[in-house]
């Protein structure tokens, strides 16, 4: 004789049907704001490394301050 799981497994009902469709659906979302969330990880990850440079003696030694000064302004603007 199944037991109650086994035969629940066997027989889905509409409702487990359901909640696989929208399962599905949301997958689907989840994978749009996933892509947008290391979009904005890939950007800040490239921005601090840009502060990192620019605090750096030896890089901004090549620069000049008006170089320097609009560098920082742009990695100010996103860290914001």
Do not use: W
């Not at 949301?26 to 890939?42: L, S």
């Amino acid at each position: 004789m199944p037991t109650l799981e086994e035969h629940i497994c066997a027989t889905p009902n509409k409702y487990d049907v359901l909640l696989v469709k929208k399962a599905g659906r949301y997958n689907a979302e989840d994978e749009e704001v996933m892509k947008k969330v290391e979009a904005q990880n890939d950007l800040e990850n490239y921005t601090y490394n840009m502060r990192n440079m620019v605090r750096d003696e030896k890089f901004t030694a090549k620069l000049t301050a008006e170089n320097k000064q609009s560098i920082e302004k742009a990695v100010d603007d996103g860290l914001v």
